[in-house]
């Protein structure tokens, strides 16, 4: 019998409720350690710990079936994959936010202006959507400081609760897009019935925490 891959996030935010999601799903493995592969020992599946950067490409390749990460990696490495189900955690939205004493009041005065983001791909749609003509400054993280900086006049990045921005001095302006956990499969995974299998055990879960 075939053995199906589902890769999850090795460590960070998503991490924990994607094993527990699993384990409620009646599936026995390990969790990370320093082995990237961890077989479940009670149905025909493999799960791959990595960055939840790779995911999206791993699952679109074919290297991992499935794949648990959040909309807001999806969106912004425009692969082609089915949406299989929303998991309820992990929520979060792209925002775009100024410092305290920004002279910004509207969209519009965003045109001239920097923002800097690990998002750059979201971000350069909404500003084409909402004609701004701004400079997208891409850097690979600790967005929130780079206002104090001097480095941008705006960030675009992810909030939850906004703690991070106001502990920078920053307030949130504008929504891109809102995110939660998703789990993903190749384009036409949803046929296969180990799929499905797993999908409805994955719902019943989900009813139950309703
Ligand atoms: P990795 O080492 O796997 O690349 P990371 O640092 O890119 O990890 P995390 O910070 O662990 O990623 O966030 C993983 C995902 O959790 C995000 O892509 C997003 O979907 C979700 N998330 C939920 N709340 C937040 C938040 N407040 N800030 C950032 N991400 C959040
Ligand atoms: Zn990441």
Do not use: H
């Not at 939850?160 to 920053?170: A, D």
């Amino acid at each position: 019998m075939k053995t199906l891959k589902i890769a999850i996030q090795k460590s960070g935010r998503l991490n924990e409720k994607s094993v527990e999601l699993l384990k409620n799903c009646g599936l026995s493995f390990e969790n990370y350690k320093s082995s990237l592969i961890s077989p479940v020992s009670n149905f025909p599946l493999e799960i791959l710990f990595l960055r939840d950067d790779d995911i999206p490409e791993y699952v679109q390749d074919g290297i991992a079936d499935l794949g648990i990460v959040g909309e807001n990696v999806i969106q912004e490495t425009e692969v082609k994959v089915s949406y299989l189900q929303k998991l309820g955690f992990g929520k979060c939205s792209l925002k775009v936010a100024i410092t305290n004493n920004s002279d910004i009041e509207q969209l519009s005065d965003l045109n001239g202006k920097s923002i800097a983001t690990t998002y750059p791909v979201i971000l350069g749609k909404f500003l084409q959507k909402n004609s701004i003509d701004a400079d997208i400054r891409t850097i690979s993280g600790s967005v929130e400081i780079s206002p104090g900086l001097g480095l941008a006049d705006a960030i675009c990045d992810l909030v939850s609760t906004g703690g991070t921005l106001k502990s920078n001095g920053l307030k949130a302006f504008a929504d891109v897009m809102s995110s939660e956990a998703v789990l993903i499969g190749r384009k036409g995974s949803e046929n296969d019935i180990l799929i499905q299998e797993l999908i409805q055990r994955i719902q019943s879960v989900l009813r139950a925490k309703e």
